[in-house]
């Protein structure tokens, strides 16, 4: 613990961070324990109370838990100790790991008591809706003591549902560049016009026959898979609306269409759940492709649930490219 700035930080920023992944293997249950008690009670003399010992006893093993992790947890300023960013940083991931930790109890307490395995898989809402319950159904039914658990993510989730272990696998319309993550592109899929059943649009056959139209479109974030998809084909087919409604997911963009808001561009996954009878699902004739990736992160080893999925998922996707 230092003064005000009497102790420097020893490490970059870079290893700063890497020193708190290495924590769970350089430090003691009880030294965890001190650390949280510290950062709960708001003092030493509190955490001591706490925890039934000395306050020279948790002092001596905060400083001896930034000696090993060679970053600066507290700050004494006026007599009180204040929590650095890097003590938040090291709370996160001390509540992170007894989280997996509880997952883990838990999924071994069902191994135990029915004889059960479980497969959690993470999902992309794009493929959460069809293209994952499709493959996790064909995976219960060869494996009748498989259960499963399906997780709709959004962007910010997938990475921490990864590399946390929150689940075994995940499933996106995007590569993941992680050391800690395996990605691999595993099938593509087509975009698909997406009409509402009006009269306007009966003759409409291709992207150019909306020019004349004029159609409200429902746009997508411009970074996004989605957003740069529909960008493209648009560009490709000199159109260029001047505005539209903004959407972040694809489901969203379908709903919208259904009650009659416009016109838009999704993949075929997400397809799949809409309504035929209110709308009209054209090809578009492209090279243009949305591409199918699978991750799995690194610590959860070589698992048989995650492997089966993977061939299945590699076989419903034939059919799409």
């Known amino acids: 613990m230092g003064g005000k700035g009497t102790r420097a930080l020893t490490q970059g920023s870079s290893r700063q961070f890497s020193a708190l992944r290495l924590w769970r293997i350089m430090l003691t249950f009880r030294q965890i324990e001190v650390f949280t008690a510290v950062m709960r009670a708001g003092s030493l003399v509190g955490a001591a109370r706490d925890l039934r010992i000395s306050q020279p006893t948790v002092t001596r093993m905060i400083l001896r838990i930034e000696d090993q992790l060679g970053i600066t947890l507290?700050?004494?300023?006026?007599?009180?100790?204040?929590?650095?960013?890097?003590?938040?940083?090291?709370?996160?991931?001390?509540?992170?790991?007894?989280?997996?930790?509880?997952?883990?109890?838990?999924?071994?307490?069902?191994?135990?008591?029915?004889?059960?395995?479980?497969?959690?898989?993470?999902?992309?809402?794009?493929?959460?809706?069809?293209?994952?319950?499709?493959?996790?159904?064909?995976?219960?039914?060869?494996?009748?003591?498989?259960?499963?658990?399906?997780?709709?993510?959004?962007?910010?989730?997938?990475?921490?549902?990864?590399?946390?272990?929150?689940?075994?696998?995940?499933?996106?319309?995007?590569?993941?560049?992680?050391?800690?993550?395996?990605?691999?592109?595993?099938?593509?899929?087509?975009?698909?016009?997406?009409?509402?059943?009006?009269?306007?649009?009966?003759?409409?056959?291709?992207?150019?026959?909306?020019?004349?139209?004029?159609?409200?479109?429902?746009?997508?974030?411009?970074?996004?898979?989605?957003?740069?998809?529909?960008?493209?084909?648009?560009?490709?087919a000199g159109l260029h609306p001047a505005w539209g409604h903004l959407v972040r997911f694809a489901e969203s963009a379908i709903a919208l269409a259904e009650a009659g808001m416009g016109v838009t561009i999704v993949d075929e996954f997400s397809a799949r759940a809409a309504d035929r009878t209110r709308l009209r699902l054209l090809e578009i004739e492209t090279p243009r492709r949305f591409t199918v990736h699978f991750h799995r992160g690194l610590g959860q080893g070589v698992g048989g649930g995650a492997e089966a999925f993977e061939a299945l998922l590699r076989s419903e996707l034939q059919g799409s490219i």
């Open 74 to 236: 507290f700050d004494r300023v006026k007599g009180r100790i204040l929590p650095t960013p890097e003590a938040g940083r090291f709370l996160g991931e001390v509540d992170r790991a007894f989280e997996q930790m509880r997952g883990a109890i838990d999924r071994a307490a069902l191994t135990s008591r029915s004889g059960r395995s479980l497969f959690r898989l993470g999902a992309s809402p794009s493929l959460g809706r069809g293209l994952a319950p499709n493959c996790l159904a064909r995976l219960a039914e060869r494996d009748p003591r498989l259960s499963v658990r399906l997780d709709v993510l959004s962007v910010s989730q997938v990475m921490g549902y990864l590399v946390d272990q929150q689940g075994d696998a995940a499933l996106t319309l995007y590569p993941i560049l992680h050391h800690d993550v395996r990605s691999v592109e595993v099938g593509t899929g087509r975009p698909l016009l997406v009409l509402p059943q009006r009269p306007d649009y009966a003759q409409v056959r291709t992207l150019s026959d909306l020019a004349p139209l004029e159609p409200n479109w429902l746009l997508f974030e411009p970074r996004s898979m989605h957003g740069e998809m529909l960008a493209g084909l648009l560009s490709d």
